[in-house]
């Protein structure tokens, strides 16, 4: 719980020192589409900053030097194994980090369905594809930055992440019949009346209507 609890600080300090970039890099969006609304924009800033808590989540704390020197690869490779654990050697920790690694990337299913667009099969291989280079990175001691793994390759992680990312992808859609409802419906409009006819992304005005499936 702890090493969570300072993940999560060094994630806020993160995004507060790269806010600035992340509106830089917005300001295209904001000036130059014509299109350009403000839902979208809260959605993409929103992105950002949840991936960068989840960068803070899976790779800080940073060991120190001398932690550094003692590392070994570390890996979990049967499948199920935490689910068997949890009801074999049943704890509150155990059930806790189960469904944290579930949770954790729901918003990223959330954000592959409104913000991006995609479809159910893409977002899940997307989600699978984040979920191995977390394990990957986790693996090699952040791609061999340091000589041993400091957090542990868990074939679990990339079960219940990849769930995590679907079950946001449904929660998404649910979302959507209240976005188009509500006074998101208005803040999504174009700022120039032009109407994009994508059924993808909620921020386009025919998206807020889209149900992917």
């Not at 295209?28 to 014509?34: C, R, S």
């Not at 019949?177 to 509500?182: H, K, R, T």
Request: with cysteine.
């Amino acid at each position: 719980m702890n090493i969570w609890l300072t993940s999560l600080t060094s994630g806020f300090k993160l995004y507060r020192s790269l806010a600035p970039y992340f509106l830089l890099a917005c300001l295209p969006m904001i000036v130059f589409k014509k299109d350009r609304c403000f839902f979208r924009y809260l959605l993409t800033e929103a992105f950002l900053l949840y991936m960068t808590f989840l960068f803070a989540m899976v790779f800080l704390p940073l060991p120190t030097f001398s932690e550094a020197e003692s590392l070994k690869r570390n890996a979990q490779i049967i499948p199920f194994y935490a689910v068997y654990d949890l009801f074999t050697n049943f704890s509150v920790c155990a059930l806790l980090g189960l469904v944290f690694n579930i949770v954790m990337t729901v918003p990223f299913g959330v954000f592959l369905n409104l913000l991006f667009g995609l479809s159910k099969k893409d977002a899940l291989l997307i989600g699978l594809l984040l979920t191995l280079f977390i394990e990957v990175g986790q693996y090699t001691g952040l791609f061999f930055l340091f000589k041993g793994s400091y957090r542990l390759f868990d074939a679990d992680d990339i079960l219940t992440n990849v769930l995590g990312c679907g079950l946001g992808f449904l929660f998404a859609n649910k979302l959507r019949v209240l976005i188009s409802g509500s006074l998101f419906a208005r803040l999504s409009a174009p700022l120039h009346g032009s109407h994009r006819h994508s059924s993808a992304p909620v921020w386009s005005a025919s998206g807020l209507q889209a149900h992917r499936s």
